[in-house]
């Protein structure tokens, strides 16, 4: 039985299983390893990552999560659209447990077939810094960050690369 090969290829056939597997590294080392150290990897592993790896080809993100869409948000999304922001808030948005508004429904109502986004240029601000690879959040919100590892090969290609570095900043120390 042929086995059926990851859209990102074949080094990606297991990333998700492998994410499950290193949740606990992952989040011992966002909890006790050198936060500057860290810190100053994530740009490099970051760019490696968004060379590596084609978002057009996953879209899991917009396949299996909402972003937050803020006040300013909708104001610029149903300009975009052309609606009033109560008919893109009814049409297209929930409040979450949390009081945030997100998507309806999953995946997104703006992705399009192609796994283009038909608002990217005026999309939220959480879909702009989505994974938050580049940033200290990537490092401070632990249980988003594990969350985000188990949708996106980009986060977890950059935790990948932390525990990678980690491993070697430990065996200099010994």
Known sequence: MESKQ????????HWEKESKEHQKA???LLEKGNFNNMLKALPDLHEAAFEKIDCLKCANCCKNHS??????????IAKSLGMK???L??????????????????????LAEDNTCNIYDDRP???QRYPYTDEDVFLKR???????????????????????????DERKRR
């Open 26 to 28: 992952y989040k011992y």
């Open 142 to 168: 632990v249980q988003l960050t594990l969350k985000n590892t188990a949708v996106c090969p980009i986060a977890f290609t950059v935790m990948e690369g932390l525990l990678a570095a980690e491993g070697k």
């Open 67 to 76: 972003p937050r869409f803020k006040q300013p948000d909708i104001k610029r």
């Open 125 to 127: 601000s959480d879909c």
């Open 85 to 87: 922001e109560g008919d």
């Open 6 to 13: 990851h859209p990102l290829g074949e080094e990606f056939n």
């Open 89 to 110: 808030v009814a049409q297209y948005l929930r409040l979450d447990e949390e009081g945030d508004y997100v998507t309806r429904q999953k995946p997104c109502p703006f």
